[in-house]
């Protein structure tokens, strides 16, 4: 079997043919919600020829989330489209003594709440809505810190930029990009997680990794998010900037709706979003595959 992944799919293709192999194509993201000016729904549009492309000549689909399988299966009809969820990005599992010294490292006030978002910079995530939302939210609760990780140095220095103007520039962090195998670390470190998605009919990767922290989330209310959280999981406004100071102020100022919102997230990770439900899914998907003519 050739598994091809997302652009890699043509790759994919051409192997299993030469090799006369089963291919597989695995569909992640949805070109349609990447808009960000001429040139990238430029490109956007020629993804989307090179993923019908992956898609048509593939044995089987994976879609990750209910949206993209729906969008392979209108492309390809007769083709078995599989609906298989991402699992966190990586298998470590939070240490709290290292989520501590994340916290240390940081310089956090004393009793400081951190509020942590990690994720591209990409338009479709929010970043816009997340930065417009973050000064009137520190402005209602003082005790409230922000750090954010991802982007390129160019986006960051523009961001720092912006917050320093609006007068936060101690309250807001850019710790930089960090290894996966942190991630869960420094998850764990936060005490609230945001996802300002606006966008898109994909799983939010981030938020698998959120729910395994077991940290509570805020989260727009919009089809992407509700993919895997609800109103028992996560604080879900409204994608405007107003409502999401708002949903963040409220969780910095409740401890105990912290504690429930996160351990619920977490349940949900142990119960379905778990490497072992993955591997029974994917074993199904190839056996299938392997059983066809």
């Not at 890699?8 to 043919?17: C, F, N, S």
């Not at 969008?71 to 501590?100: C, G, M, N, T, W």
């Not at 379905?272 to 003519?293: D, H, V």
Request: charged share 20%.
């Amino acid at each position: 079997v050739f598994h091809g992944i997302e652009d890699a799919g043509p790759i994919a293709a051409v192997l299993a043919r030469r090799w006369r192999a089963k291919y597989v194509f695995e569909k992640h993201s949805d070109p349609a919600s990447y808009k960000k000016g001429f040139i990238r729904n430029v490109v956007m549009s020629a993804y989307r020829r090179v993923e019908r492309f992956s898609i048509l000549r593939a044995d089987a689909v994976i879609g990750t989330g209910p949206a993209l399988v729906a969008q392979a299966r209108a492309i390809a009809p007769a083709k078995p489209v599989h609906h298989i969820f991402d699992i966190p990005s990586s298998l470590v599992e939070p240490d709290p003594a290292r989520a501590a010294a994340v916290r240390e490292k940081l310089g956090l006030a004393p009793g400081a709440v951190l509020a942590l978002y990690v994720g591209s910079f990409a338009v479709y995530q929010g970043i816009d809505l997340l930065f417009q939302a973050i000064p009137p939210a520190l402005q209602k609760c003082p005790h409230l810190q922000v750090a954010v990780i991802g982007g390129s140095p160019a986006q960051v220095a523009a961001r720092q930029a912006e917050i320093a103007a609006a007068g936060f520039a101690g309250r807001v962090l850019f710790p930089g990009q960090i290894h996966p195998d942190e991630l869960p670390h420094t998850l764990a470190a936060a005490d609230i997680l945001l996802s300002p998605r606006i966008a898109g009919g994909n799983t939010p990767l981030k938020l698998l990794d959120y729910l395994k922290a077991g940290r509570a989330i805020v989260a727009c209310d919009n089809p992407a998010n509700r993919l895997i959280l609800d109103d028992a999981t996560a604080r879900l406004v409204p994608p405007v900037p107003a409502a999401f100071a708002d949903g963040l102020a409220a969780l910095a100022a409740d401890a105990p709706l912290r504690v429930r919102l996160g351990a619920a997230g977490q349940q949900l990770y142990r119960a379905t979003y778990n490497y072992e439900q993955f591997k029974q899914r994917l074993g199904e998907a190839y056996r299938q595959l392997l059983n066809s003519p």
